[in-house]
């Protein structure tokens, strides 16, 4: 069964920096594009960014320019989020999200997601 | 404040349709077909319901349905059932800035 397994909670002082990671198990990382999104607690969904696991190409949101890294490694079907300067609105629980379209494609919607990862930033 | 416009909330009886609205701009719903829903139980995973604008997944119910006229996007749900109790999402791809968009969710309440 198709899934993305993501690494687990993690606990950041404000000014640090997070990676979270997200394997692709029974599919191949590199035929559908990642992407990433994040929700703050009780509030709604927010894109951050996608990653072409094939040609290692990315598009961030505006708002995270500067402080978003996204990578992979197709030697382990992982693809990766790193956060930098994090302050306490970053406090989420971060999603990453297998794009539908298949075939190195972006079709713009997710169609599996894992089951995200909590960053808490605490002085 | 969300980039697309969703109610913030909706309510229905079992048995009923309901449509939530999701309005945008000529540079995303209004010039795209890259629209598409999910469903978010609480404390869960979000799920794909529809893309594409009216594309169902393999193994959403056909009580799922999306639709588009002019900048506004629609999800209709009929026959309501308990279990569609959710915050549902819509978003779009926007030429602005290359990006998704997400509309600010809508909670349905099945009365």
């Known amino acids: 069964q198709e899934r993305l397994i993501q690494s687990g909670a993690e606990v950041k002082k404000p000014g640090a920096s997070v990676k979270v990671s997200c394997k692709a198990f029974?599919?191949?990382?590199?035929?559908?594009?990642v992407h990433w999104v994040r929700q703050v607690p009780g509030q709604g969904l927010e894109w951050v960014g996608w990653?072409?696991?094939?040609?290692?190409?990315?598009n961030y949101a505006r708002r995270f320019q500067g402080r978003v890294t996204m990578t992979r490694d197709t030697s382990t079907n992982t693809a990766y989020l790193e956060l930098s300067r994090l302050t306490a609105d970053d406090t989420a629980l971060y999603y990453c999200?297998?794009?539908?379209?298949?075939?190195?494609?972006?079709?713009?919607?997710?169609?599996?997601w894992g089951r995200g990862t909590l960053v808490t930033v605490s002085s | 404040q969300s980039a697309l416009t969703q109610p913030a909330s909706v309510s229905g009886s079992p048995g009923q349709s309901i449509t939530i609205s999701c309005s945008g701009t000529d540079s995303d719903i209004g010039d795209y077909n890259y629209v598409s829903w999910y469903r978010q139980h609480a404390g869960k995973v979000p799920e794909l319901l529809i893309y594409d604008v009216t594309a169902r997944p393999s193994g959403v119910s056909l009580r799922f349905s999306g639709s588009k006229s002019g900048n506004t996007a629609s999800l209709t749900i009929s026959g309501l059932l308990p279990e569609d109790e959710a915050e549902y999402y819509c978003t779009s791809y926007t030429v602005t800035t290359t990006a998704v968009l997400f509309g600010g969710g809508t909670k349905l309440t099945v009365l």
């Open positions: 999200a297998r794009d539908g379209s298949g075939y190195s494609l972006l079709g713009w919607y997710f169609d599996l």
């Open positions: 029974e599919y191949t990382l590199t035929n559908n594009y």
């Open positions: 990653i072409n696991p094939n040609s290692g190409g990315t």
